[in-house]
């Protein structure tokens, strides 16, 4: 089941590359979808610096706040 307020897409990826992201996310205890988050996180933090990625965390705390009805409790 799909986190509320990701994105959810389908990825076509190499077996072997998504084996190698598997294998590490096993290796870290987290799930693979969470490692590939990971290392893209990484790979935009390295490509565009830590502004852009504080941006990036900006944007997705509007998002959050702006959900209405999302306050996490259920009943």
């Not at 990825?11 to 590359?17: F, H, K, Q, S, T």
């Not at 693979?32 to 852009?52: I, S, T």
């Amino acid at each position: 089941m799909a986190s509320p307020g990701k994105k959810a897409f389908a990825l076509r990826i190499d077996p072997a590359l998504w084996a190698e992201v598997e294998r590490l996310a096993a290796a870290e205890l987290r799930s693979a979808n969470a490692q590939a988050e990971l290392l893209l996180r990484e790979a935009l933090r390295a490509r565009l610096g830590e502004a852009a990625m504080q941006r990036l965390s900006a944007r997705a705390a509007q998002r959050e706040a702006a959900a209405p009805g999302d306050d996490g409790q259920q009943g």
